[in-house]
Nanobody, 115 residues
Framework: QVQLVESGGGLVQAGGPLRLSCAAS????????MGWYRQAPGKERELVAV???????NYADSVKGRFTISRDNAKNTVYLQMNSLKPEDTAVYYC?????????WGQGTQVTVSS
């Protein structure tokens, strides 16, 4: 089973940056895409950004131009660089991997943006 470990969440002021990391282990070759979802209190989990094995990226409209997803294949790690953060970006952010054995989720990391 693929395992995902997230890090980098925390409290930041509006307009500031934050970077999330997600390290994958076990059965790495089975992963064809990784990404980030988020869930705010009282709201459904939503896709933030995804990057495929081939390097194609996709973003939610609400984060385009502010967030960048990238990966370091040597470290089996995906990053989410978040700039110009807004209070509405406050949520628990979950790393996600789409593997041949099924979807895998990280434990989640809290991001809080203060106004």
């Amino acid at each position: 089973q693929v395992q995902l470990v997230e890090s980098g969440g925390g409290l930041v002021q509006a307009g500031g940056p934050l970077r999330l990391s997600c390290a994958a282990s076990n059965f790495i070759s089975s992963i064809n895409a990784m990404g980030w979802y988020r869930q705010a209190p009282g709201k459904e989990r939503e896709l933030v950004a995804v990057i495929t094995r081939g390097g194609t990226t996709n973003y939610a409209d609400s984060v385009k131009g502010r967030f960048t997803i990238s990966r370091d294949n040597a470290k089996n790690t995906v990053y989410l660089q978040m700039n110009s953060l807004k209070p509405e970006d406050t949520a628990v952010y979950y790393c996600y991997a789409n593997s041949l054995m099924g979807p895998v989720w990280g434990q989640g990391t809290q991001v809080t943006v203060s106004s």
